[in-house]
């Protein structure tokens, strides 16, 4: 996989391979896939920045709960972002579009790589603890449901390297049905508008909890759903907001691998 260069994009790949067997088409579409890279290589340092407003202190909460005692974690969609305590892990792998930048200080156990979270360079059942924060809504198709078919193949692949036992765990924003159904009916004008320079940031769709959890539970069974309490402030589209002024709320997602 390269981006922005020569060789094949993820989603091709991807794409090639589901049609190849006949299952669901699952493609991140490849301007999607270029956005992401570009914009989040570029916002490494903000991200950390922001890991001081309470919103955030509350997610690394969360998911600290979740990792502590990981032999092997894999952190899909990294970024080279650690919204989590990285001393819970004895061996953490983070994978992204892009390489990001490791946390400062001495860090030998955490390595960081490019990769695909619709077809993890993983093999299977190597990790007992698998990490996807703040990325299912990235991972753009032409239309809802297609991105929701690429959040179903993260799913597949999450479960594909863990081992029997291991815990998946999600953190993602949600929103309400019923402001899913306005943002689905504007997604395309949304996609249109991320392909111009005038939107940096990657179009994104967010879906309601009830959702992630659904497609989480079809492929681990049971999962549990918590909101995550926020502060006042929420980073959308790479800018924090008045949390009352926007409709995105964190949730965590457990679920284990039979
Ligand atoms: C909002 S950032 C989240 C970073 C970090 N996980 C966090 O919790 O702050 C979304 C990340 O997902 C990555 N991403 C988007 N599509 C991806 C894909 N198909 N495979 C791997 N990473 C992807 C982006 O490059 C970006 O680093």
């Excluded at 299952?23 to 920045?49: C, I």
């Excluded at 899913?180 to 508008?193: H, K, P, T, V």
């Excluded at 989480?216 to 309490?229: K, L, S």
């Amino acid at each position: 996989m390269s981006i922005g260069g020569a060789g094949k994009a993820p989603s091709q790949r991807s794409d090639t391979a589901s049609g190849a067997r006949g299952e669901a088409r699952h493609e991140q579409e490849p301007a999607s896939v270029l956005k992401n890279a570009r914009f989040f290589r570029a916002n490494q340092s903000r991200a950390e920045q922001w890991s001081s407003l309470e919103t955030y202190r509350q997610i690394r909460r969360a998911i600290d709960g979740h990792i502590a005692g990981a032999e092997r974690l894999l952190d899909v969609g990294n970024g080279g972002v650690f919204h989590y305590d990285t001393s819970l892990a004895q061996q953490i792998v983070g994978v992204d579009l892009f390489v990001g930048r490791p946390p400062a200080g001495p860090d030998a156990h955490i390595s960081l790589r490019q990769g695909d979270a619709l077809a993890l360079p993983e093999p299977d059942a190597s990790y007992d603890v698998v990490l996807v924060s703040s990325v299912f809504h990235h991972l753009v198709g032409g239309d809802a449901d297609a991105t929701m078919a690429n959040i179903r193949q993260a799913v597949s692949e999450a479960y594909r390297v863990l081992e029997p036992g291991g815990r998946f765990v999600v953190m993602e924003s949600c929103v309400s049905a019923r402001f899913f159904a306005l943002e689905r009916r504007l997604f395309g004008s949304l996609r249109r508008l991320a392909r111009t320079p005038l939107m940096r940031h990657p179009a994104t769709l967010q879906f309601p909890a009830e959702v992630i959890a659904d497609i989480i539970a079809t492929r681990f069974g049971d999962t549990v759903t918590t909101p995550i309490p926020v502060g006042h402030w929420i980073l959308q589209f790479g800018r924090r907001w008045p949390t009352l002024l926007t409709p995105a709320r964190p949730y965590l997602f457990t679920a284990h691998k039979a």
